[in-house]
């Protein structure tokens, strides 16, 4: 989604959110003396982003061709091309050899599992869509990638959980922490992943195992993961004692890819399109309006075979080209409990904390024949 803003927005936006005027935009978090690294879930990530602000664009539209059978209608981002979001920290160089994956806490029998070991456990495929929870209306911290892991609830199993088990913290390599309720833990795609679109996962994403749940914000996620706790109370991890959500599920956004924003339009029509994605609830229609809202045209869904609920939605609409003049194209997006995307996004800052946004996305076209 680099695309979403033009390099100069980009690196506007990188430059705020490195200045911690991102964080300030998210109130409780512009904490005493913090330098805003730490206090916004993309705090760092805006700026290794920003490397690839032009040339994601025409990538992330063609298929990754290491992720095989998924026809032409789910399109992946590239590894190199997926959005990189940390608390700062680095990315640990975890050495394979002496990685153990750690389950204990509420347990009958604590594991200590190497990758050859996970790796030998019944494997999942499944197509994944993750967002970070700070991305703003329109913004790049959102990709799609096929993973390949094992079910948490077959760990969970083997360990054998003891009755009163109500969450699970994980800890990672990076010092980074977070919980997820067990009921989500044994939700059927909760997978611990060691690839991602058909390499082993990448250093930047998590190597050698990262959290894949459903339905969450990628602060729920974590990467470089070393410890699984099953605890019998409740725990708040390191965004979440800022005051982000301790839920993080995903909240239903589109976004607008083409046209891009002041693109000039000659065309007697335009396909405009562009992405939605509506976590566990799925995306059940996409509406565009050229005219501030005032009337809204159905785009056309286009969907891939995979699970589409946590998958992201291709949408088009073929746009009859009025005349000329500035027009603002707005997309909608309604979910299958028919929530639905309310009011403009400011693409700039967001208004992300503490929870996400569903705002729409609005660009605007200009359309000039002569
Ligand atoms: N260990 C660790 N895991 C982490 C984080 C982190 O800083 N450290 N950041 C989280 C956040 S805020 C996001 S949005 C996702 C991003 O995952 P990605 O970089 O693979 O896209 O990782 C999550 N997992
Ligand atoms: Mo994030």
Redesign the pocket.
């Known amino acids: 989604m680099k695309q979403r803003m033009t390099r100069r927005e980009w690196l506007k936006w990188s430059a705020l959110a490195g200045a911690g005027l991102v964080a300030a935009a998210c109130g409780p978090l512009n904490g005493e003396g913090d330098s805003g690294a730490n206090t916004n879930?993309?705090g760092?990530?805006g700026a290794s982003s920003s490397t690839g602000a032009n040339d994601a664009a025409d990538q992330r539209g063609s298929e990754n061709p290491e992720t095989i059978g998924l026809g032409n209608s789910v399109k992946y981002t590239r590894n190199e091309d997926?959005?990189?979001?940390?608390?700062?920290?680095g990315h640990?160089a975890v050495d394979e050899a002496s990685w153990r994956l750690t389950l204990d806490g509420g347990v009958e029998k604590p594991l200590k599992l190497s990758l050859a070991e996970l790796k030998q456990l019944p494997s999942v495929t499944q197509t994944r869509t993750?967002?970070?929870?700070?991305?703003p209306v329109g913004g790049p911290?959102i990709?799609n990638a096929l993973w390949v892991g094992v079910q948490m609830k077959q760990l969970l199993a083997m360990a054998g959980m003891k009755p009163g088990a109500k969450e699970l913290v994980v800890r990672?390599?990076?010092?980074?922490h977070?919980s997820i309720p067990i009921e989500l833990a044994m939700h059927e795609h909760a997978l611990l992943a060691y690839m991602m679109n058909g390499e082993p996962l990448p250093r930047?994403?998590?190597f050698p195992l990262?959290?894949v749940w459903p339905g969450r914000?990628?602060?729920?996620?974590?990467?470089?993961?070393t410890r699984i706790e099953v605890i019998d109370s409740n725990y708040r991890g390191?965004?979440e004692q800022q005051g982000w959500s301790n839920d993080a599920f995903i909240k239903i956004n589109s976004q607008i890819l083409a046209p891009k924003s002041r693109e000039v339009i000659a065309t007697p029509t335009y396909t405009v399109r562009g992405l939605a994605h509506a976590g566990l609830a799925g995306v059940k229609k996409v509406a565009v309006s050229a005219d501030d809202g005032k009337t809204w045209n159905e785009a056309t869904l286009i969907r891939g075979p995979e699970p589409k609920p946590l998958v992201w939605t291709e949408w088009r609409y073929e746009w009859p080209v009025p005349a000329d003049g500035r027009y603002t194209l707005i997309a909608r997006a309604t979910d299958n409990n028919d929530g639905q995307q309310e009011g403009i996004g400011d693409t700039l800052l967001g208004g992300t904390f503490p929870d996400g946004t569903s705002r729409m996305h609005a660009v605007t076209a200009i359309v000039k024949r002569a």
């Open positions: 879930p993309s760092q990530s997926f959005y990189v979001v940390d608390i700062g920290a640990p993750f967002e970070c929870i700070s991305n911290l990709g990672a390599a990076d010092g980074f977070t930047a994403h998590g990262r959290c914000y990628g602060m729920k996620q974590p990467r470089w993961i390191f965004w």
